[in-house]
T-cell receptor, first 112, second 114 residues
């Protein structure tokens, strides 16, 4: 089992819809979780981080964490064509930044 | 506040040559991470430097090496280049007292090995 898993996609949603991106991780002791967005040919940019079970909202983005199920998700409300990118889930296994593991990413396509 | 910077933007080398890539972290950040992203593949962790020391390395051969300077900038060296080393090399930095352990990425160096 890979340490961090994501559906590769592509995930296609119509403009204005909610896009739901999922990520599972294998190491139960993981403490910190991050979502990055990467446009083709560009570097990843941090969208948000989450540490506690539950939801964390930032604008149109909501991260959800369930440590019991080892599951973290990202919801994008009112999806825009500019949201079309690859979304990377990252897990910091020991909370000191030395075991930062990225998932393979999910490609999102928002159709106008 | 300036972000992470990397140079050069593009680098073209031939097999067997050496490549040197450079990274300057966000001001105040002491940790620098290097990642390799081959075309269509995920981010592969290469090296982590903190306070001038190599703290961890990924599953890469010894010809991938680097160092961190007293001003916390970093250099990645790739010796004896192979065709499969062609990739986007990304540097990320993190603050020593960052409450969230977040890593912030530079724009990357695109290395092409011919």
């Amino acid at each position: 089992q890979k340490e961090v898993e994501q559906n590769s996609g592509p995930l296609s949603v119509p403009e204005g819809a909610i896009a739901s991106l999922n990520c599972t991780y294998s190491d139960r002791v993981s403490q910190s979780f991050f979502w990055y967005r990467q446009y083709s040919g560009k570097s990843p940019e941090l969208i948000m981080s989450i540490y506690s079970n539950g939801d964390k909202e930032d604008g149109r983005f909501t991260a959800q964490l369930n440590k019991a199920s080892q599951y973290v998700s990202l919801l994008i409300r009112d999806s825009q064509p500019s949201d079309s990118a690859t979304y990377l889930c990252a897990v910091d296994r020991d909370n000191y930044g030395q075991n930062f593991v990225f998932g393979p990413g999910t490609r999102l396509s928002v159709l106008p | 506040e300036a972000g992470v910077t990397q140079s050069p933007t593009h680098l073209i080398k031939t097999r067997g040559q050496q490549a040197t890539l450079r990274c300057s972290p966000i001001s105040g950040h002491t940790s620098v991470y290097w990642y390799q992203q081959a075309l269509g593949l995920g981010l592969q962790f290469l090296l982590w430097y903190d306070e001038g020391e190599e703290r961890n390395r990924g599953n890469f051969p010894p010809r991938f090496s680097g160092r961190q300077f007293p001003n916390y900038s970093s250099e990645l060296n790739v010796n004896a280049l192979e065709l499969e080393d062609s990739a986007l090399y990304l540097c990320a930095s993190r603050g020593a007292f960052s409450p969230d352990n977040e890593q912030f990425f530079g724009p990357g160096t695109r290395l092409t090995v011919l």
